[in-house]
C-alpha cells in the first residue's frame, strides 16, 4: 500500500503541478495557480500519515517505509525548484515567457551553483534521515529496523556525494576554454 501511495504522490505532484501551470497561462488564473500549487505538500503529508499508520498497525518497517521518508523529504527539499524550473520552461516554450536562467558554466557562478544543488539534496537527504529516525524511534528496538538503518546509510553516501562534486568546483573551479586552446 506504501507503495503504492508513493506512485499516487508522484502522479499527484504531475498532475497538480501541470493543472496549476493551466490555471496560470492558460486560464489566466495566477492566485487560483498558486493555490493549487500550495496543495501540493499535502500529497507529501497524507504519505507521512499514512506510513506512520501502517508502521502503527504493526507492519514490520522495510524498504517502502524508508523509500517514502527519502520521497518525502526529496519533495520537500527540491519540490519548489523542480515547480520553479518546470514553470519558467513552460512560460518560455509555450506562452511567449523569457527565457530561462541558465546556471554558469564556469568560475565562482559556476561554483555558487553546485554549491545551493549540493544544498538542496543535503536538505533532502537530512529530512530523510530524521524521518527514518523518527521511524526507528516509533519502531523501538523491539523491531527490525536493518531495512531503516540502510535507508539512513544510503543518504549519508548521498550526502558525501554532493558535498564531493560542490567541493570539486571549489578545489578545481571550472574554466572558460581560451580562443587559442579551442582550436
Not at 48 to 54: G, N, Q, Y
Not at 71 to 79: D, N, P, T, V
Not at 141 to 146: A, F, K, L, S, V
Amino acid at each position: 500500500m506504501v507503495v503504492a501511495l508513493i506512485i499516487a504522490c508522484e502522479v499527484g505532484f504531475w498532475v497538480l503541478l501541470a493543472l496549476g501551470l493551466l490555471l496560470r497561462y492558460v486560464a489566466k488564473m495566477p492566485k487560483a495557480s498558486t493555490v493549487v500549487l500550495l496543495c501540493e505538500p499535502l500529497l507529501e503529508l497524507v504519505l507521512f500519515v499514512t506510513t506512520v499508520i501502517d508502521l502503527r498497525n504493526g507492519a514490520e518497517p522495510d524498504w517502502k517505509h524508508g523509500l517514502a521518508a527519502v520521497y518525502i523529504g526529496y519533495s520537500a527539499a527540491l519540490g519548489h525548484s523542480t515547480i520553479k524550473w518546470v514553470d519558467a520552461r513552460v512560460a518560455h516554450r509555450f506562452f511567449g515567457g523569457p527565457p530561462p536562467v541558465k546556471p554558469a558554466k564556469y568560475g565562482a557562478g559556476k561554483t555558487l551553483h553546485e554549491w545551493k544543488t549540493a544544498g538542496r539534496w543535503v536538505l533532502a537527504a537530512v529530512i530523510a534521515i530524521a524521518l527514518l529516525q523518527g521511524a526507528i524511534w516509533y519502531v523501538g528496538d523491539d523491531g527490525e529496523i536493518g531495512s531503516l538503518r540502510d535507508w539512513q546509510q544510503k543518504m549519508l553516501f548521498l550526502i558525501g556525494v554532493n558535498v564531493a562534486i560542490a567541493l570539486s568546483y571549489t578545489l578545481f573551479p571550472k574554466r572558460e576554454r581560451s580562443a587559442s586552446s579551442a582550436r
